[in-house]
């Protein structure tokens, strides 16, 4: 082949193969959250410095000194051997960094110590950075009394539903799922895992809960372990789950308000005073004094009279009218003086004057 025409050709594989060649994902490329401080000691009632990079866009994070402590094993003792009171809050930029100063304060532990950081809502990351406290207590870290190690390979979830009794104020029940393994190199026989539940900023409160099993070194095991809250609980839960004194996972619970409590207070509000009422009421009724009772009927009332004007003669009664002995007679004998009628009765046999006389 003629050299002209073969070095076009090799520049065209050239570009092919590389055009060809796999892209690396970003996530792959992306680093882990990293944490620095301003200086690596420093004393009870100074302050350093703490830097981010690589973290979730505007997420909140929370900064606490953490004792018995180091970033091959995280926080061993959870939250609790944190300098809580002393923590300080930050959120990420749009590019995952911070900056924030941070006092320097004494763990309720001895050293090791580090830097905790770790996002307050979402999706779960955290890095530490050492620091030693100056004059603050210095011992080993514990070593591991179950002879193994175990870390969360899948999120926790909360499996089951609110029934018609959790609607009238039941306490709600729920189940915590999550996939553990064994990371270190002794078997785990029957762990003892404590599961916390919060309510808003509240510490949570732990409970002890023994898993029936063995998970040797390698292998992993489905845990499934109970979550019940007090009767009427609602609002904003956050379930916890801790071994070894450290926090393995956490998941938020959404526990609805017991609307049928509201709805009964609501029927006592109005049925009660409604019942105390109708009981007064038949009381009232019952003692007030009761007006004697009228017999035979009312008497007509007399019509009303007007000044200056003689009353009218009272009319005859509407039954004098039908009798023909109270009738005045009519005719020539009316203005003369008495009626036929009338004389011939006052001579009747029947009068007793007239028979005494004869």
């Given at each position: 082949m003629n050299s002209k025409v073969r070095i076009p050709v090799l520049l065209a594989l050239l570009l092919l193969t590389v055009s060809l060649a796999p892209v690396a994902p970003a996530s792959a490329a992306a680093d882990p959250p990293v944490v620095k401080l301003s200086k690596s000691q420093a004393g009870t009632?100074?302050?350093?410095?703490?830097?981010?990079?690589?973290?979730?866009?505007?997420?909140?994070?929370?900064?606490?000194?953490?004792?018995?402590?180091?970033?091959?094993?995280?926080?061993?003792?959870?939250?609790?051997?944190?300098?809580?009171?002393?923590?300080?809050?930050?959120?990420?930029?749009?590019?995952?960094?911070?900056?924030?100063?941070?006092?320097?304060?004494?763990?309720?532990?001895?050293?090791?110590?580090?830097?905790?950081?770790?996002?307050?809502?979402?999706?779960?990351?955290?890095?530490?950075?050492v620091l030693q406290v100056a004059g603050h207590a210095v011992e080993p870290l514990p070593a591991d009394a179950a002879g193994g190690r175990l870390a969360?390979?899948?999120?926790?979830?909360?499996?089951?539903?609110?029934?018609?009794?959790?609607?009238?104020?039941?306490?709600?029940?729920?189940?915590?799922?999550?996939?553990?393994?064994?990371?270190?190199?002794?078997?785990?026989?029957?762990?003892?895992?404590?599961?916390?539940?919060?309510?808003?900023?509240?510490?949570?409160?732990?409970?002890?809960?023994?898993?029936?099993?063995?998970?040797?070194?390698?292998?992993?095991?489905?845990?499934?372990?109970?979550?019940?809250?007090?009767?009427?609980?609602?609002?904003?839960?956050?379930?916890?789950?801790?071994?070894?004194?450290?926090?393995?996972?956490?998941?938020?619970?959404?526990?609805?308000?017991?609307?049928?409590?509201?709805?009964?207070?609501?029927?006592?509000?109005?049925?009660?005073?409604?019942?105390?009422?109708?009981?007064?009421?038949?009381?009232?009724?019952?003692?007030?004094?009761?007006?004697?009772?009228?017999?035979?009927?009312?008497?007509?009332?007399?019509?009303?009279?007007?000044?200056?004007?003689?009353?009218?003669?009272?009319?005859?009664?509407?039954?004098?009218?039908?009798?023909?002995?109270?009738?005045?007679?009519?005719?020539?004998?009316?203005?003369?003086?008495?009626?036929?009628?009338?004389?011939?009765?006052?001579?009747?046999?029947?009068?007793?004057?007239?028979?005494?006389?004869?």
């Open positions: 009632g100074g302050s350093i410095t703490v830097t981010g990079s690589g973290w979730r866009p505007h997420a909140l994070l929370m900064i606490l000194i953490c004792g018995q402590s180091a970033p091959s094993t995280g926080v061993t003792g959870g939250t609790d051997s944190c300098a809580n009171s002393d923590g300080r809050a930050v959120t990420a930029d749009a590019e995952g960094r911070f900056s924030r100063r941070l006092p320097v304060a004494e763990p309720p532990v001895p050293c090791p110590c580090v830097v905790h950081v770790a996002t307050a809502q979402g999706a779960k990351a955290e890095a530490d950075a969360v390979l899948a999120d926790a979830r909360l499996d089951g539903s609110s029934g018609l009794l959790t609607w009238f104020g039941a306490p709600p029940a729920r189940t915590l799922v999550l996939t553990v393994g064994n990371v270190g190199g002794a078997a785990v026989k029957n762990p003892v895992f404590q599961v916390g539940t919060s309510h808003g900023v509240f510490a949570p409160e732990w409970q002890e809960q023994q898993w029936r099993g063995t998970i040797r070194p390698g292998g992993k095991a489905r845990i499934e372990l109970p979550v019940e809250l007090p009767g009427g609980a609602h609002g904003d839960y956050t379930v916890s789950l801790k071994y070894g004194g450290k926090v393995m996972a956490e998941h938020p619970w959404d526990v609805g308000r017991p609307w049928g409590v509201t709805l009964f207070w609501i029927l006592v509000l109005l049925v009660v005073p409604a019942a105390v009422f109708r009981a007064g009421m038949a009381v009232v009724d019952r003692v007030r004094p009761r007006s004697p009772r009228r017999r035979g009927p009312r008497p007509p009332e007399p019509a009303p009279r007007l000044p200056g004007l003689k009353s009218a003669p009272d009319r005859a009664p509407a039954s004098s009218a039908t009798l023909p002995w109270f009738t005045p007679d009519s005719g020539p004998d009316a203005a003369g003086g008495h009626s036929a009628r009338h004389d011939d009765s006052s001579t009747s046999p029947a009068d007793p004057t007239r028979k005494g006389s004869g």
